[in-house]
C-alpha cells in the first residue's frame, strides 16, 4: 500500500501535515506540477509521474482536498485502487458519483465546519490531536 500526501501551500496547515509525516515517513508528497492547466488536472499529472502501485491511501491537506473528485477519477482509469481518503483540515470536496469511491477520514478541529460536513456524511473523525491514531487499513 502507498501512501500520497497532496499537500496545501497554506503554511497554517504545515503543521498538519508534518505531523502526518512525522507519523507516516514513507508516505509520498505530491504537490501540483507547474503549467497552465487546472490544479486537479496538474495533481493528477503529478500523481502519474511517480507511478505508484495500485493500491492507495490518499490523504490531502486544505485545498488540496478539492482536486480529489478528479483525482479519484485519474487513479480509476490508471486501474489504482484507493482504500481510504485522509482529509487532513480540509476544504470539503463535492460528493460526487466517482468520489468518493472509498472510505473518508477527516481530521480537523471538533468544532469546524469540516467536523459538523463529515458527521452529516458518515465520514471517520479525528480532532488534530488524535492524528497518531490513524493507521492505513491492513
Known sequence: MTILLLVDDDPRRAGLQDAFLLCHPAAITIAPIHGDSDVATRTCAAINAVDPPALLVIAATGSAALTLPAVARSQSAQHRR?????????????????????????????????????????????????????APPS
Open 82 to 134: 484507493t482504500q481510504e481518503y485522509v482529509l487532513l483540515d480540509p476544504d470539503l470536496p463535492a460528493v460526487t458519483d466517482a468520489w468518493p469511491d472509498a472510505r473518508v477520514t477527516v481530521v480537523c478541529d471538533v468544532d469546524s465546519e469540516a467536523s459538523i460536513q463529515a458527521r452529516l456524511r458518515g465520514w471517520d473523525l479525528l480532532e488534530h490531536e488524535e492524528i497518531h491514531q490513524w
